[in-house]
């Protein structure tokens, strides 16, 4: 027992000293100043984005009007808001190209923003369904999950979705697996991704875990921490 003890001390003491340290790491304001950014257009944009791990925040100032979690979610800045953050432990660039310049059928998971206007075989998140994980649209004074086409038509659409949706008979509608910046629908909006590189897997959960904490979780992320 008293071997126990006194290495109950001493992990104390460790445990003490992170405390110290952990105060001393500074995490980006609401605002992300100091945090570098790049507005994407086209592809060449990416380039300016390392091709490294790190975490990132994406911003616009496109209508969004669902949001995937009924937590309250960070405050509208730069007549923006932030939608999204995470984390890539590799390839920064390459998760921005699939969040802002995917493919139409892209497997890979991305930001919910564009109806999938076919028929859903793959890893796509729901837009409406009478059951199952669904958005939420603010109606009524409250977040309402989308079960009906009258809610999902409280999403910011094209023409060309609302049609989709009108002739559709299909039950559930699913969001594309990310959206590209340059289609008719976005490009006349910014999408401005801010980002942090860095090698260190804590150092960049711990930067998206405070920033959550102090800031709210965006709007289109579904977890509060991670994935």
């Given at each position: 027992?008293?071997?126990a003890?006194?290495?109950?001390?001493?992990?104390?003491?460790?445990?003490?000293?992170?405390?110290?340290?952990?105060?001393?790491?500074?995490?980006?304001?609401?605002?992300?100043?100091?945090?570098?950014?790049?507005?994407?257009?086209?592809?060449?944009d990416?380039?300016?984005i390392?091709?490294?791990?790190g975490c990132?925040?994406?911003?616009?100032?496109?209508?969004?009007?669902?949001?995937?979690?009924?937590?309250?979610?960070?405050?509208?800045?730069?007549?923006?808001?932030?939608?999204?953050?995470?984390?890539?432990?590799?390839?920064?660039?390459?998760?921005?190209?699939?969040?802002?310049?995917?493919?139409?059928?892209?497997?890979?998971?991305?930001?919910?923003?564009?109806?999938?206007?076919?028929?859903?075989?793959?890893?796509?998140?729901?837009?409406?369904s009478p059951n199952?994980?669904?958005?939420?649209?603010?109606?009524?004074?409250?977040?309402?999950?989308?079960?009906t086409?009258?809610?999902?038509?409280?999403?910011?659409?094209?023409?060309?979705?609302?049609?989709?949706?009108?002739?559709s008979?299909?039950?559930?509608?699913?969001?594309?697996?990310?959206?590209?910046?340059?289609?008719?629908?976005?490009?006349n909006?910014?999408?401005?991704?801010?980002?942090?590189?860095?090698?260190?897997?804590?150092?960049l959960?711990?930067?998206?875990?405070?920033?959550?904490?102090?800031?709210?979780?965006?709007?289109?992320?579904?977890?509060?921490?991670?994935?």
């Amino acid at each position: 027992m008293k071997i126990a003890n006194k290495n109950s001390v001493y992990w104390k003491k460790q445990e003490d000293k992170f405390k110290v340290l952990e105060k001393e790491i500074k995490i980006p304001n609401e605002k992300l100043d100091n945090v570098d950014f790049v507005l994407i257009k086209k592809e060449t944009d990416l380039k300016k984005i390392p091709d490294r791990g790190g975490c990132y925040w994406i911003w616009t100032n496109e209508p969004v009007n669902h949001r995937l979690h009924k937590k309250l979610i960070p405050s509208k800045i730069k007549n923006g808001e932030i939608i999204y953050n995470g984390i890539a432990k590799d390839n920064v660039r390459l998760r921005i190209k699939h969040h802002l310049l995917g493919e139409i059928d892209a497997g890979w998971s991305g930001i919910s923003l564009d109806i999938y206007q076919s028929k859903s075989q793959s890893h796509r998140k729901k837009a409406m369904s009478p059951n199952g994980k669904v958005p939420f649209v603010a109606c009524d004074l409250k977040n309402e999950p989308i079960r009906t086409k009258d809610l999902l038509s409280f999403l910011f659409l094209s023409r060309e979705e609302k049609k989709y949706i009108t002739n559709s008979v299909e039950t559930d509608f699913f969001f594309r697996n990310g959206i590209n910046v340059s289609d008719k629908k976005h490009r006349n909006f910014k999408f401005v991704v801010y980002f942090i590189r860095g090698s260190e897997q804590l150092f960049l959960e711990y930067i998206e875990k405070k920033w959550r904490e102090k800031y709210e979780l965006p709007k289109l992320c579904s977890y509060t921490s991670g994935r």
